[in-house]
């Protein structure tokens, strides 16, 4: 049986580690969340993935600044999609258990 966690409010995709399926914990997984500004409201400005089983988070911009150019590209969906593709590749390698409590 596995017990199903509910999601914090503000992640937007779940990836569940290697680590957390062997012990059927479906919160041991890499969640894709966006970084807030301080602004009201509040807007994205970048797609962070960050795993709960160990420290490794990737933080992917909103902007992007193309070569040769002095504007900034404000691009959410590539910044998603680089944000999924390593989340998703770290979670079928991670292993990082926690500490029994
Ligand atoms: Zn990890």
Known sequence: MTAQTAWPENVIARYLTVGGSSLGRDDLAVDLTYR??????????ATLAS???CPATEEVSHYRTNWG??????????????????AQSHAETCRAIPKPA
């Open 36 to 45: 807030l500004t301080v602004h009201n409201p509040p807007k994205p400005f």
């Open 51 to 53: 795993c709960a089983g």
């Open 69 to 86: 150019s002095e504007e900034e590209e404000h691009d959410p969906e590539a910044a998603d999609a680089d944000a999924r593709i390593w």
